[in-house]
C-alpha cells in the first residue's frame, strides 16, 4: 500500500489499488497492464456484501482522484494509512455509504499526521462532522480466533485492473483473525486474518477493521487472495489520543 509520488487522475488510483497487494503478489494483470511494483501494498473488498449504513466511514481522494478508505474517529480527525496520505491534498466524501455523495472536507494546512513507524495517519479535516464517530477498541478487544469485520469501497475484482471495479457503496468483509502481532507495511504491529465470505485489497487501504463493534485495525497489506493484515490500532492508542484526543 505504499503510495511514494505524486498522483493524480487514473495513475493515483491503479497505484493507490496496488498499495494494499504487498508484500504477497498481486492476481495477474491484464496483458496490456503494467505490473504491479514490488513494493506495492494497498487493499479492497473482494466477495463480502454492500453495507447499508456506516456513519463513520470516509472515502479518501488525493487531488481529487478515489485512493483509499478512513473512519472518521473525532469532529474534525479522520483516522487512515499512512501510505493513502502521500502525494497531493488529502480529502474525503463522509455521510454516505455511496463514495459519491456525502459532504467533502478537506485536510487543513499542515492536518496530516503520520505515525514514526506504523501505517497510520491522522487527518485533521477543515471543518467538524455531525456524526456518529467510529469507537475506537484498546488492548484485549481482539483475539485470535474472532470473526472481524473489515470496511471499504476498493476494488471487487482480479482480472483488470482495480480502477475499473472500485466499489461505489461501501463493502464489508468477514475476515478469522489468525495473528494480532503481526507487522503491517511499515513494519508495525499488525492484526492478521484470513480469508471468510471476502476479503480486502486495492482501495480498501486506510479502512477499518471491527472486532465486537469497535475499530480495531487500519488496513495495510492484502494478497487479495487469503491473507490481510491491519495495522493493529490498541497499540497505538496513546498516538491517536495525543492528536485527536480519543
Not at 503494467?34 to 463480502?48: E, K, L, Y
Not at 465486537?212 to 492508542?237: H, K, L, M, P
Amino acid at each position: 500500500m505504499s503510495v511514494r509520488s505524486t498522483l493524480s487522475g487514473a495513475a493515483a488510483l491503479v497505484l493507490a489499488a496496488l498499495a494494499f497487494t504487498a508484500p504477497a503478489q498481486a492476481a495477474p494483470a491484464p496483458q496490456e497492464a503494467p505490473a504491479p511494483p514490488a513494493d506495492a501494498v494497498q487493499p479492497f473488498i473482494i466477495d463480502g456484501r454492500e453495507v447499508d449504513s456506516a456513519p463513520w466511514a470516509a472515502r479518501l481522494f488525493i487531488d481529487g482522484q478515489e485512493n483509499c478508505s478512513a473512519s472518521i474517529i473525532a469532529p474534525e480527525w479522520v483516522l487512515t494509512a499512512e501510505h493513502c496520505v502521500a502525494g497531493g491534498e488529502v480529502s474525503f466524501n463522509v455521510g454516505d455509504v455511496d463514495q459519491t455523495q456525502g459532504e467533502h472536507v478537506t485536510q487543513v494546512p499542515g492536518g496530516v499526521h503520520t505515525h514514526p513507524s506504523a501505517d497510520l495517519a491522522l487527518v485533521n479535516i477543515d471543518r467538524a462532522v455531525d456524526t456518529e464517530y467510529a469507537p475506537l477498541g484498546s488492548v484485549g478487544d481482539v483475539a485470535v480466533g474472532d470473526t472481524v469485520q473489515t470496511y471499504g469501497w476498493g476494488a471487487t475484482c482480479t482480472d483488470r485492473p482495480e480502477i475499473q471495479c472500485q466499489s461505489q457503496i461501501l463493502k464489508v468483509a468477514d475476515v478469522q483473525v489468525t495473528d494480532i502481532g503481526c507487522s503491517d507495511y511499515r513494519g508495525g504491529t499488525a492484526v492478521c486474518a484470513s480469508r471468510g465470505d471476502g476479503i480486502p485489497a486495492g482501495g480498501d487501504s486506510g479502512g477499518p477493521m471491527f472486532s465486537g463493534g469497535v475499530q480495531v485495525g487500519v488496513a495495510s497489506t492484502s494478497d487479495r487472495a487469503t491473507r490481510t493484515a491491519y495495522t493493529n490500532i490498541t497499540e497505538y492508542r496513546d498516538w491517536i489520543s495525543s492528536l485527536a484526543g480519543v
